[in-house]
């Protein structure tokens, strides 16, 4: 049972524009989010998070929006840049503020064309 | 501070070896937790100890694999007689008490010939 699922496996964007990643949950008990980007042969980097207390969470180029009511959360990265080329993850932790494991997305591939 | 560190980067076993992965947490972090990446697919949640204890294991294979993390040195994921279904992307990643935030290692690719 996919918990977390990201469903464009790919997203392709001109260097300057917005880039848009999507993220959907189907277990409504998830009360956190977080981002990671990936770079090939690399571990994950921890980008940005958000509580459900929240709707929204901006750090610098990236803004994470988090729509309750429809289980989806997206990423925005304004403006992008060719160096935000990497696969990017969603996750949930599986308790809040108790350690535990994360439930990871199948991850979108983000390519930024100069 | 250094970061989660994990030795070695790439590890070539044969098939029926055994494999010993090692992850050392960030200074602070007394969480660590263990996932797989399989080609073409996302990180999978495999274990989660604190020292000297297991906290969650329902990620882990019934058979062939373990963890422990003592209360000196590294964490250790061990697979015993290794086949081809193993190689993999091994991360590990920390985390201080109480916070949702888990920092990753850069991982051991895992090949099984």
């Known amino acids: 049972d996919q918990q977390v699922k990201q469903n464009s496996p790919s997203l392709s964007v001109q260097e300057g524009r917005i880039s848009i990643l999507n993220c959907d949950y189907t277990n409504s008990m998830f009360d956190y989010f977080l981002w990671y980007k990936k770079y090939p042969a690399e571990g994950p980097t921890f980008l940005i998070s958000?509580?459900?207390?929240?709707d929204k969470n901006e750090d610098g180029r990236f803004t994470v929006f988090l729509n309750k009511s429809a289980k989806h959360l997206s990423l925005h990265i304004v403006p992008s840049q060719p160096g935000d080329s990497a696969v990017y993850f969603c996750?949930?932790?599986?308790?809040?503020?108790?350690?535990?494991?994360?439930?990871f997305g199948q991850g979108t591939e983000l390519s930024v064309k100069p | 501070n250094a970061g989660v560190m994990q030795n070695p980067r790439h590890l070539v076993r044969r098939r029926g070896q055994e494999a010993r992965l090692r992850c050392s947490p960030m200074k602070g972090h007394s969480h660590v937790y263990w996932y797989r990446q399989l080609p073409e697919e996302g990180l999978k949640f495999m274990v989660y100890l604190q020292k000297e204890n297991i906290i969650d294991e329902s990620g882990m294979p019934k058979e062939r694999f373990s963890a422990e993390f003592p209360k000196e040195g590294p964490s250790i994921l061990r697979i015993q007689q290794v086949v081809r279904g193993d190689s993999a992307a091994y991360f590990c990643a920390s985390s201080p008490p109480g916070r949702n935030e888990q920092y990753f290692g850069p991982g051991t690719r895992l090949t099984v010939t």
């Open positions: 958000i509580s459900s207390i929240k």
């Open positions: 996750a949930a932790p599986r308790s809040y503020n108790q350690g535990g494991k994360l439930i």
